[in-house]
């Protein structure tokens, strides 16, 4: 079990589609995390939130577009996506972006594009 | 960035230690280790860290040497449930400049338990 959760677990979509992933935790964290990983490939980061403000960006295209409503959520809304997207995305949190506590990491959206 | 060096691959007999070593020459100042583990399908599970003495907890012992540029993850009673991607991170200190806490990961190593 991991106290980072996040939805769906799979999602099928097409290239035209808009879809959402979602991230909670309830841990208190200041700072949340999304990353991409390919198959057989470590994760790589795409976002960071800091105090529900967009910290860092990896130069990460436009059509994902990261949204952090209040300190509990980490939404990441998909839209336009090519078939070299397909990837699970995990989402993170931590107490905060320069902390030296430990990430703790949800078991991913596991996304395919059509 | 301090960068991290690991084995691909390495397999362990169920119930035997498995040491999974790591080396991070160019680790300075308070930067410290870090360990996770992915088990397939699952996300990154966190499982020790340390900065310049041993550590251990429920999961696991971390061995840094004293001139803190290599470490060893040893897991003393290796279980199936244990086979995963086991990956050393050095965060690197904030205050360096372009530094922060968010690890880097790389490839990592695979380690299979076999009965």
């Known amino acids: 079990d991991t106290e980072v959760t996040q939805t769906p677990k799979h999602l099928v979509m097409g290239m035209t589609n808009k879809k959402s992933l979602k991230c909670e935790q309830h841990m208190g964290h200041r700072a949340m995390y999304w990353y991409k990983q390919k198959a057989k490939k470590p994760p790589e980061l795409m976002f960071v939130?800091?105090?529900?403000?967009?910290?860092i960006n990896e130069s990460v295209p436009s059509r994902f577009s990261p949204e952090c409503p209040n300190s509990s959520l980490l939404n990441l809304h998909l839209h336009a996506l090519q078939p070299e997207d397909s990837a699970l995305y995990l989402c993170?949190?931590?107490?905060?972006?320069?902390?030296?506590?430990?990430?703790?990491f949800g078991d991913g959206t596991r996304l395919s594009i059509l | 960035d301090a960068k991290t060096t690991q084995p691909p691959s390495m397999d362990c007999a169920e119930g035997r230690a498995a040491n999974l070593p790591c080396n991070h020459s160019?680790?300075?100042?308070?930067?410290?280790v870090y360990w996770y583990r992915q088990i397939h399908s699952q996300g990154p599970q966190y499982i020790i860290h340390?900065?310049?003495n041993n550590e251990t907890n429920e999961m696991a012992s971390l061995i840094i040497t004293e001139d803190r540029k290599s470490s060893t993850l040893i897991l003393p009673h290796a279980t199936l449930r244990d086979t995963a991607v086991y990956y050393c991170?050095?965060?690197?200190?904030?205050?360096?400049?372009?530094?922060?806490?968010?690890?880097?990961f790389g490839r990592g190593t695979s380690l299979i338990v076999h009965p």
């Open positions: 991170i050095v965060r690197v200190d904030p205050l360096k400049p372009g530094g922060s806490y968010i690890p880097t």
């Open positions: 939130y800091s105090y529900e403000k967009l910290s």
């Open positions: 340390g900065l310049k």
């Open positions: 993170a949190s931590s107490q905060g972006q320069n902390s030296n506590q430990p990430q703790h």
């Open positions: 160019t680790i300075s100042g308070n930067e410290y």
